[in-house]
């Protein structure tokens, strides 16, 4: 089984700026979409940005969308989620996933497309 791993969390003030990165251990053939969700305490995991993986046609909630940007390196194995101009709201525990996707047309990403997850990093933006 694959594994992905992210990193670039941390804490920053309000209108400050942060890149995560989700590495993976291998080759997924048969993933067609990446993507990139948030929990916070007492909420919701709630899907942030997705990135299909053959023509990089994207997807952002409307939370985000302006704000932040995912972006995708194939050869490298990597995905990433620059994140600007930050708000408290945006503090969460952000999670890489891999999965299949079907076309925007028809549903935005859930979480339940989705079959592997990474172990997620903390992202506090402080007032």
């Known amino acids: 089984q694959a594994q992905l791993a992210e990193s670039g969390g941390g804490s920053v003030q309000t209108g400050g700026s942060l890149r995560l990165s989700c590495t993976a251990s291998e080759y997924m053939y048969s993933v067609n979409c990446m993507g990139w969700f948030r929990q916070a305490p007492g909420k919701y995991r709630e899907g942030v940005a997705t990135i299909f993986t053959s023509g990089g046609t994207t997807y952002y909630a409307d939370s985000v969308k302006g704000r932040f940007t995912i972006s995708q390196d194939i050869a490298e194995k990597m995905v990433y989620l620059q994140m600007n101009s930050l708000k408290p709201e945006d503090t969460a525990m952000y999670y890489c996933?891999?999965?299949?996707?079907?076309?925007?047309?028809?549903?935005?990403?859930?979480?339940?497309?989705?079959?592997?997850w990474g172990q997620g990093t903390q992202v506090t933006v402080s007032s």
């Open positions: 996933a891999a999965g299949r996707c079907v076309d925007l047309e028809y549903r935005p990403p859930v979480s339940g497309d989705f079959g592997l």
